[in-house]
């Protein structure tokens, strides 16, 4: 009954994909992931991770993503966030063909956040030439000009140290990721189940990078460091279709631990939650909807639409009471499929800083 | 340009004023003094004939009266207005609604029937009266020529569709210029007894400029224009 | 306003009663409206047409990076591109055979595709994954999909046998193209991992310098707002602009006269208006009512006549078009609402152009007429003088142009410079060649004729100003029409050298042809042929195969050769190259080119250079033997026969019969002649027929200034009749005189439209198409043409001349009496 948000949430992104070149109304017919996964791999318990293979794409699935946010600060304090996301969907099922005969498509998004400003910018490629794509050893994931890639002496279990890069039209970032402490399987050991009706990704997360590196907007770099947090995901039908929208978080708290939780907003009012608890020393917690309560605060108007950028967030279990506030409530991603995301404070209980992501408003 | 139809003042006494009028042409290098201090009134219901040689000053005289062209020096004074303060756009409103004019060449409209020109004049001064229209078509005998147009007419039925036209928005002075002269001696006399008789019935002024001395005759009063004065 | 509504209905009464100069005015401005409408509609459709052919996946519209040579280039040069930040996206073009007919097959990127590359990514429609997925789909225009007789989804075969993608309709894709996945495309045209051009999206950030990814292989082409079609169609959109204009002009001519007559005689209708009160600006405004009143109805009447005019031209220039450049517009006329607006508008601006003498003089209408007699002699002596300056400043400027100048631009400006002078000339050397005549006149009358006919220019002179360029154009055009039949057709003689032309379904039918006509007696020899297309210096090349064979030798027309060219070619490194091309790169005998090859690059050394009427693409020959070494893949389907002039007929109908083949596939030397001399003859069929036109609407400008001018000269013949002349002998004298102002015109106009001749095929042509013809002059056409000037003159002056003969000696004592 848990780890269904993200890979849903996220999926909803990757199913748009190609919904929205430029607006050109391509996704007629295929972009409707609740169609059944005939042809594509399966999503089954019990399946053995293997580093760093896993690292790299799985093609009999059909979606697939490297995501990548962070919380940075500069010397002077002031706080920032990026985003980096690398898409990949497949639009037939098969094995990986050669050249323009494969049927994979990428799409890249990159965003920086600072509270004045938030810049986006989106691109698509196809796979089978070497636009875009992963490669699994030596690590590296890539689309256009935007990449991340291994750095020598790269360690699989914690697939560090690495470097991020992206570019817009009016930033770019370039930042080194470093994690002294392994990745953690999502779910139960990396099978992620999202509903009960048997619809699971494979998912798994490093939460634990120090990020360092620099920070461009409008032409004048920055020197930024903080902590930053990769998810990967693949799954072959994310999607149910009775769900409208999802809010969900990663937390840095200053003690160390980390946080993952979401809500799925139904259709049905059943607001469906799930969580895992990271301590600083890799022990986990995982959290079900009777132990999740979350409580928008505060209402934002973003691009015509009413968005909740502030949140109560309480588990009683973990004797966890937060309120949280987003750097820029305007941190709008409005690329082909438009949602919310961008990085968050929080207070009370704990104290500490985020991502926050929604879709479906 | 004013619309409507103003109150014309309830003149019982001199409709024109005319006092030291002086009018002069450049003509071969040389000015030329044509009118050198006209004075002349004319009472209303009153009809006066303007007599002179050739080259006087007659028409002068009547254009300047008109507004139709502006004179040098002097005064006058049409009813309560004083027509050489007028702009162009003033002497045409005063043409169109407090005089009326009549050509020796008759002067009307070629493309328009007898009807339309008898009304043309009052319905752009927008004071047409049908009920004193079909008085003058009466008097002036159209009726028969109402849908015919101006070269079908001959001069002496063409004339009288002028001074109908001219009568048309009951102005307070008609104004003629040998309104005759183009007509035979018969025709001449049945038409300017006409006018007579309609410059009686609206009760306007009368002022007709003639070289003829019979036809002077038969007015009230006779002024002869000479060396630029009145005699 | 109800005063002013009355004095409009005042004024527009003169109309009913003179229905006749309505009807002159109308019409006037009709024809002045409908031709320059109905010639913008026809250019608008055409650019409309341009631009969806530019719209589609990279034409001129975007920038795009293109090979140094010109050629294909790897496909690795894309990714290393986009990995350097490049937002661009890869195309490829080739040329596929479907039905023995040459289609131009894209092959796009859908995914990478610049969302602002014109109008044409409407691809979305189609279902991406089939397009993207093999075996793909393949985008028509719904023209295309009616030519291939083919239903949607159905699979073309391509010569050769490759079966191509299913068909899908796309409505606003050009005619002609076959638009598929770039995968599909390198597979079709056995181009793998290779591309012609990469278009470049709206930057996403910061890229590498273009040499440090691609070194020196691409090279950046800037976009540009004009398309290749546009570029290429120019000078025959200028011609109808030039033509639709002269034809506004000689329609505005008739309006002016038309409004000037209507004017005089409305003069004492305004005086007495303004003597009963109207004042002068309310007068002026209702003036200006009335005539943007009747410049509406008339502008409206215009356009719906300019829409026929236009829907009846355009099968011709869409024939011209395509038979000339390849343009493909469609048959049904479509108009944008612009074009009304525009319409009407240009009716207005033009009736107020022309009225503006006439509408000068009621504002400044003194109130009192003073009889003054018109000091015409001096004020003609200086509008004379003016005019004159004007003109020779008109020559200048054509002198200038004409040696400063090096584009299409120019040579239409000495064009139009040399007009402009010659009609502003024209009233001085009338009034020269008058003037000698009075001199020399003897008789009272005489001298009174030259005099007269002097006093008549000013009045005149904007008729024969029309008619001079009506005539001058008219000479011009059908001299240029002439010397390119006359060329073309000797030329064809040479090109056309077989005397059987066939060409086979595929290569294993034109195989079992040639393995049967060698056994057939009749045939003398079989010339294989065969084309590709590659590009060169950025524009699509055709490489035209000729065997070695004396057919050739002996009749193939060279402008220009070495020695022994022939022989030269035989090798296979050496090449003719077509007039434009030569033109175009500026080569001669001697240089050297290189052409992409399907193996890399071919070097050529340029032995001759031969005439390419017709053809809007640059060509080159080269020994057929070398051409399928260098292109192995092209089609070897098309083959010429030697065949003995009385058998052609049986062996054209045994070829029919054996192999199944239609007449587009086998034809006789005749037939081919007859289809294209057909195809050329209407490239110049709108120009004849605006020609035409023009000079009928120059015909009518006469007519009415001589109506005009009629009138107002009453009160001078008058007097001659009073004094004894008779009416007969006056109406003789009239037409004399307008006889021979309209002679000296037309003997003026020879030379002057000779020169245009000269001009079209020297400068115009040249820039236009690329090639130049020989100038030849057609004495019996001009002595043709003066005939029909001299016909219109006398229509033109029979109808007052007539009415002056008639006019009953009341009308003209009464205007002897009443001099106006």
């Given amino acids: 009954m848990n780890g269904s948000g993200p890979i849903t949430r996220r999926g909803f992104i990757g199913g748009a994909l190609l919904a929205g070149f430029g607006g050109r109304a391509f996704a007629q017919g295929f972009a409707g992931l609740s169609e059944s996964a005939d042809g594509f791999a399966p999503v089954v318990p019990d399946r053995t991770f293997a580093f760093p293979g896993d690292h790299g794409p799985h093609p009999e699935f059909r979606i697939e993503w490297w995501y990548v946010t962070a919380n940075l600060t500069d010397a002077r304090g002031i706080a920032y966030g990026i985003q980096w996301t690398l898409f990949r969907q497949a639009i037939a099922a098969g094995g990986a063909q050669e050249g323009w005969a494969n049927q994979q498509i990428w799409m890249g998004h990159a965003a920086v956040t600072r509270e004045d400003t938030h810049r986006v910018s989106q691109t698509f490629a196809r796979g089978g030439v070497g636009q875009a794509g992963v490669a699994a050893a030596p690590f590296h994931a890539w689309i256009d000009a935007w990449e991340m890639r291994a750095l020598d002496s790269m360690n699989d279990e914690n697939i560090a140290p690495c470097s991020l890069k992206a570019a817009g039209a009016d930033f770019s970032y370039t930042l080194r990721l470093d994690a002294e402490r392994p990745l953690t399987l999502q779910g139960d050991g990396g099978y992620s189940r999202k509903s009960l009706r048997e619809q699971a990704s494979y998912y798994y997360s490093q939460p634990h990078y120090a990020a360092a590196g620099i920070l461009t907007i409008d032409d004048k770099p920055i020197d930024v460091t903080g902590m930053a947090w990769l998810d990967r995901e693949w799954s072959s039908q994310p999607l149910a279709a009775d769900q409208s929208g999802w809010d969900w978080l990663s937390l840095h708290f200053n003690s160390g631990d980390k946080l993952m939780l979401y809500r799925m907003r139904q259709n049905d009012g059943q607001h469906y939650s799930s969580g895992k608890w990271i301590a600083p020393d890799n022990t986990v917690e995982t959290l079900g909807s009777d132990d999740i309560v979350m409580t928008p605060l505060i209402v934002t108007q973003v691009a015509g639409r009413k968005i909740p950028t502030s949140w109560r967030i309480a588990v009683a279990k973990m004797a966890l009471a937060i309120e949280c506030r987003p750097l820029n409530p305007r941190s709008w991603m409005g690329t082909s499929f438009p949602y919310w995301e961008g990085p968050i404070r929080f207070e009370g209980s704990h104290t500490g800083v985020g991502y926050l992501e929604m879709t479906g408003y | ?231 | 306003m109800k005063r002013a509504l009355w004095t409009l209905a005042v004024l527009l009464s003169h109309w009913r009663r003179h229905p006749m100069q309505l009807a002159t005015l109308l019409i006037g401005l009709i024809s002045a409206t409908a031709l320059w409408s109905g010639v913008q509609a026809l250019n608008q459709q055409a650019r409309a047409s341009y631009d969806r052919a530019a719209a589609t996946f990279g034409g001129t519209r975007t920038a795009m990076l293109v090979a140094r040579s010109g050629a294909s280039f790897p496909q690795q040069l894309f990714v290393d591109l986009r990995r350097a930040g490049w937002p661009v996206s890869p195309v490829l073009e080739g040329r596929v055979q479907i039905e023995g007919r040459s289609f131009r097959l894209l092959g796009i990127e859908p995914v990478t595709l610049p969302a602002d590359v014109g109008n044409a990514p409407a691809v979305g429609k189609a279902d991406l994954q089939a397009f993207m997925t093999p075996p793909g789909t393949m985008l028509v225009a719904p023209e295309t999909l009616a030519d291939l007789k083919l239903a949607e989804g159905a699979r073309p075969q391509a010569n050769g046998g490759a079966l191509l993608p299913p068909l899908r309709v796309q409505p606003n894709l050009v005619p002609g193209v076959l638009v598929v996945d770039i995968g599909v495309a390198q597979g079709i045209l056995k181009m793998p991992d290779l591309l012609s051009r990469l278009l470049i999206g709206k930057a996403t950030g910061r890229h590498a310098p273009l040499e440090s990814v691609a070194g020196d292989k691409l090279r950046l082409i800037e976009p540009d707002a004009e398309t290749d079609l546009e570029r290429l169609t120019d000078s025959f959109h200028l011609n109808l602009t030039a033509f639709g204009l002269l034809s506004f002009f000689v329609g505005l001519f008739i309006v002016n006269s038309a409004i000037g007559l209507a004017f005089e005689q409305r003069l004492p209708t305004l005086r007495t208006l303004r003597a009963c009160g109207v004042s002068a600006r309310m007068m002026n405004v209702v003036l200006v009512i009335e005539l943007v009143s009747l410049a509406l109805v008339a502008g409206l009447i215009g356009l719906v006549c300019g829409y026929f005019i236009a829907g009846a031209l355009l099968p011709d220039v869409a024939a011209s078009l395509r038979g000339l450049y390849g343009a493909q517009i469609p048959g049904q006329l479509t108009l944008k609402p612009q074009w009304w607006i525009a319409g009407i508008a240009i009716s207005i601006l033009g009736a107020l152009a022309a009225a503006a003498a006439s509408l000068t003089k009621a504002v400044r209408l003194p109130l009192l007429a003073t009889a003054q007699p018109f000091a015409w002699q001096q004020a003609q002596r200086r509008w004379l003088t003016y005019q004159s300056a004007l003109a020779l400043a008109a020559f200048a400027a054509a002198g200038g142009f004409l040696w400063f100048g090096d584009s299409l631009l120019t040579g239409f400006a000495v064009l139009a410079a040399l007009m402009l002078g010659a009609a502003l000339i024209l009233p001085m050397l009338l009034e020269v060649v008058l003037s000698l005549g009075q001199r020399y006149a003897r008789a009272p009358l005489g001298i009174w004729f030259w005099a007269d006919s002097r006093q008549q220019l000013s009045g005149l002179s904007l008729a024969l100003m029309a008619l001079l360029l009506a005539l001058a154009v008219n000479v011009g055009v059908s001299t240029m029409v002439e010397s390119f039949s006359r060329t073309f057709l000797v030329w064809l003689d040479g090109r056309l050298a077989a005397d059987v032309y066939v060409n086979a379904a595929n290569d294993e039918q034109a195989h079992e042809i040639r393995a049967w006509l060698r056994e057939r007696p009749e045939v003398e020899a079989v010339l294989p042929g065969g084309r590709a297309d590659t590009q060169l210096a950025g524009a699509p090349l055709e490489v035209l195969g000729l065997p070695d064979h004396a057919t050739y030798r002996d009749n193939w027309p060279l402008l220009q050769s070495a020695d022994n060219a022939w022989i030269k070619l035989r090798p296979g490194d050496a090449a003719l190259v077509s007039e434009q091309l030569a033109r175009r790169l500026h080569l001669s005998v001697g240089d050297r080119i290189e052409v992409p090859a399907s193996g890399g690059n071919w070097t050529l050394n340029v032995v001759g250079i031969y005439a390419d009427y017709g053809n809007p693409k640059s060509q080159i020959a080269v020994n057929f033997a070398a051409l399928t070494r260098r292109f192995p893949e092209i089609p070897l389907t098309r083959m010429g026969l030697r065949v003995a002039p009385e058998k052609i007929p049986t062996l054209i109908s045994a070829l029919q019969e054996k192999f199944a083949l239609g007449d587009r596939n086998v034809a006789d030397q005749a037939t081919m002649k007859a289809e294209s001399t057909r195809i050329f003859n209407r490239t110049f069929a709108v120009t004849a027929a605006l020609n035409a036109f023009t000079l009928g609407v120059a015909g009518v400008a006469l007519l009415t200034s001589l109506l005009t001018l009629a009138n107002s000269r009453l009160p001078q013949l008058a007097p001659l009749w009073a004094i004894g002349v008779t009416r007969r002998r006056l109406a003789a004298i009239e037409l004399l005189k307008t006889m021979s102002v309209a002679l000296i015109t037309t003997i003026f106009a020879l030379p002057l439209g000779l020169l245009v001749a000269w001009c079209l095929l020297a400068i115009v042509n040249v820039k236009a198409f690329g090639w130049r013809l020989p100038f030849h002059v057609f004495p019996l056409q001009l002595l043709w043409l003066t005939g029909v000037a001299m016909a219109a003159a006398f229509a033109a002056a029979a109808l007052p001349v007539i009415r002056l003969a008639r006019m009953q000696p009341a009308s003209l004592i009464r205007i002897f009496a009443n001099e106006r």
């Fill in chain 2, 1 to 231: 340009m004013t619309n409507g139809n103003p109150i014309l003042p309830n003149v019982t006494g001199h409709v024109l004023h005319v006092t030291g009028l002086t009018k002069s042409y450049r003509a071969a290098g040389e000015e030329v003094a044509v009118l050198r201090g006209v004075n002349l009134t004319v009472a209303a219901g009153e009809s006066v004939a303007l007599t002179g040689e050739s080259g006087s000053g007659k028409s002068t005289l009547l254009h300047l009266i008109a507004g139709l062209d502006a004179a040098d020096g002097g005064e006058i004074r049409l009813a309560d207005a004083q027509v050489s303060e007028l702009s162009d756009a003033g002497r045409a409103e005063l043409r169109r609604d407090r005089l009326g004019l009549v050509f020796q060449q008759f002067n009307l409209i070629p493309s328009l029937t007898v009807e339309d020109n008898l009304a043309f004049q009052s319905r752009i001064a927008g004071r047409h009266d049908a009920a004193w229209h079909g008085e003058l078509v009466e008097r002036l005998g159209l009726g028969r020529f109402l849908k015919r147009y101006p070269e079908q007419l001959s001069g002496g039925q063409q004339q009288r569709v002028a001074i109908g036209r001219a009568l048309a928005t009951k102005p307070l002075l008609l104004l003629a210029d040998e309104p005759t002269g183009n007509l035979d001696e018969d025709t001449a006399d049945e038409v300017l007894a006409l006018a007579r008789d309609l410059v009686t019935r609206s009760g306007c002024g009368f002022l007709m400029v003639t070289h003829s001395a019979r036809l002077a005759a038969t007015l009230d009063r006779q002024v002869n224009l000479h060396a630029g004065v009145i005699a």
